[in-house]
């Protein structure tokens, strides 16, 4: 019934504006206020601004239209228009993004960016246009490392025994299982409460999670090994290209340039103000970890990805060479 009620209330909408413009609808799971969300923002206001008011994009957030998955699922049957999705997610449709989402692929964020900007970013755009799932852009969100309760983490052993909660992924579950920790698969909302009972020893994500998501009150220790570090996506299907005339969707691709720019600016800059206000206000213990260790640990992740899609070499290679 509510979804019912929104589309009765968009095809109002895209009525009144006139017989020429066109209202899409993008889905973002994302609160307002973080980096990601507030770049999808960006982009909309700018497809309005280059197309002059012809083609409206219309976020709906905080998941009023489902979870990533199936965002996914109806952008690819034509049920929704856009929509911003992790790499995570997306792997399971298209194998293109596999390559983004290994543990350690990349160096720094500033590697990915420099990948994505180059010929991995090309070759990963082009595979998911073939699976019908069109990239408009890519934003970032920042490494994902440990943070635990007890104890810091320097090293893979440190990890023996101890639950760890992670994303519903199979590469997350194999990377930690690999690493050594006993992976636990949580949604993001029973985290707290997870680590504050005792459910979990400790979790893995971007710092940010320990202010946004008020992890930092309930953890001591943030060790930066910085397994995961993927790119997200803005992305349409085929029936949502067919709708824009061919200087709209070069709008729209110049909107979505434009909004990868805004918001790595403001993903970087949350970082290192995480950083600060997990220290100052809550008590926040950082180290380093033995990245190298760990790296090698996985190594049987790559393997078996190159051994089953021969093809995913050519990204890892071109990922390699934008490390500078």
């Known amino acids: ?36 969300a507030e770049g999808v923002k960006f982009f909309a206001k700018r497809v309005n601004e280059l197309t002059n008011g012809e083609v409206t994009v219309q976020v709906f957030s905080n998941g009023i239209l489902g979870n990533e998955r199936e965002n996914v699922e109806q952008v690819k049957q034509g049920v929704l228009d856009m929509a911003r999705v992790a790499s995570s997610t997306l792997d399971s449709f298209t ?7 290994l543990p350690y692929v990349f160096a720094s964020t500033q590697h990915l960016i420099d990948s994505m900007n180059g010929e991995a970013g090309k070759l990963i755009f082009d595979g998911m246009a073939k699976d019908g799932i069109i990239a408009v852009n890519y934003f970032v969100i920042g490494p994902r490392s440990f943070y635990t309760k007890d104890k810091p983490i320097y090293k893979p052993d440190d990890l023996k025994g101890m639950k760890i ?6 590469m997350a ?28 020893d400790g979790a893995e994500n971007a710092v940010q999670a320990l202010i946004e998501h008020r992890h930092g009150e309930v953890v001591k220790y943030y060790s930066w090994d ?12 085929n029936a949502t290209k067919a709708k824009l005339t061919a200087e709209q969707l070069k709008a729209v691709k110049q909107a979505g340039k434009e909004a990868t720019e ?17 220290t100052e206000r809550q008590g926040i213990k950082f180290n380093e970890a033995d990245k190298a260790a760990f790296q090698a640990k996985v190594k049987p992740i790559y393997d ?7 093809e995913a070499q050519k990204v890892l290679d071109a990922i390699a060479a934008a490390k500078k």
């Open 1 to 36: 019934m509510k979804f019912t009620k929104i589309a009765a209330a968009l095809i109002g909408m895209t009525m009144a504006t006139g017989a020429y413009a066109t209202t899409l609808r993008l889905a973002d799971t994302m609160p307002e206020g973080v980096p990601n």
């Open 95 to 101: 194998n293109s993004v596999k390559p983004v989402t």
């Open 165 to 170: 909660r992670v994303m519903n992924s199979q």
């Open 173 to 200: 579950i194999k990377t930690m299982e690999l690493l050594g920790a006993s992976p636990t698969p949580l949604p993001m909302g029973d985290v707290y409460t997870a680590l504050s009972q005792g459910v979990v």
């Open 226 to 237: 910085e397994h995961f570090n993927y790119p997200e996506f803005i992305i349409m299907g």
């Open 262 to 278: 805004y918001e790595i600016g403001l993903a970087m800059n949350v970082v290192d103000k995480s950083v600060k206000e997990a």
């Open 304 to 310: 078996e990805l190159v051994a089953e899609q021969p």
